[in-house]
């Protein structure tokens, strides 16, 4: 099941703020997060294991919702630095809970 | 945190021949995986590299066409096997420090003609 990411692409001038979501049709275990600029590898930025967790980056945090099934992505102040796509990796609960299934990704572009 | 080191970064083959690529951790990893991207696409799990046995298969990939050894808890490889124009793609390991951090290898850019 892959998770669904929203929006599908957002762009933004610096010092902007911005949400990414990931929300999920089944439950989840565990959200990953990660950021890939073009021709680049993915660069992790996050795990989210419990629900409820919250995590800091810098000025990148996310959230985690276990009953609501979904996480979202919170990019404050926004650096142009922060340009590429983000993708969600989602974990599910049962079996092979380590398993990710990464959502179409979400293309943030920063402006100066 | 863990450097991985992927290769080659990129090559072009032909049809009908086979790649190994090859990805090397600088220390123990829990759990290694490689996925496929296609250019502006999503992340697709391939299999997971369990060490000392058989990959765990996904839907759609198998062992015959993408063979994959872990022979320990820092290095593994993935083979293409006769391989075809819609082999192309990149290909990618990842690999996990427990349930804390993940990262990725930079990547195989496949072009098969």
């Known amino acids: 099941q892959q998770p669904v990411q929203s929006p599908q692409a957002v762009i933004l001038r610096e010092g902007e703020d911005a949400v990414i979501n990931c929300s999920s049709s089944?439950?989840?275990?565990?959200v990953h997060w990660y950021r890939q600029k073009h021709g680049e590898a993915p660069v992790f930025l996050m795990i989210?294991?419990?629900?409820?967790e919250q995590k800091g980056h810098e000025k990148i945090s996310a959230s985690f919702n276990e009953k609501k099934q979904q996480s979202s992505l919170y990019l404050t102040a926004s650096q142009l630095s922060y340009s590429g796509t983000y993708f969600c990796?989602?974990?599910?609960?049962?079996?092979?809970?380590?398993?990710?299934?990464f959502g179409k990704g979400t293309l943030l572009t920063v402006n100066p | 945190s863990a450097v991985i080191s992927q290769k080659p970064s990129r090559d072009i083959c032909q049809r009908g021949t086979s790649l190994t690529i090859q990805c090397q951790v600088d220390?123990?990893?829990?759990?290694m995986f490689w996925y496929r991207q296609q250019p502006g696409q999503s992340l697709t799990l391939i299999a997971t590299?369990?060490?000392?046995?058989?990959?765990?298969?996904e839907s759609g990939f198998v062992i015959d066409k993408f063979p994959i050894s872990r022979p320990n808890l820092t290095f593994s490889t993935l083979t293409v096997s006769n391989m075809s124009p819609e082999d192309s793609s990149i290909y990618l390991c990842?690999?996990?420090?427990?349930?804390?951090?993940?990262?990725f290898g930079q990547g195989t850019r496949l072009t098969v003609v």
């Open positions: 990842s690999a996990w420090t427990g349930w804390t951090e993940a990262f």
């Open positions: 089944k439950a989840l275990y565990s």
């Open positions: 989210l294991l419990k629900g409820g």
């Open positions: 990796g989602t974990g599910y609960s049962g079996g092979s809970n380590y398993k990710l299934t």
């Open positions: 220390s123990q990893v829990t759990m």
């Open positions: 590299a369990n060490q000392g046995s058989e990959a765990t298969y």
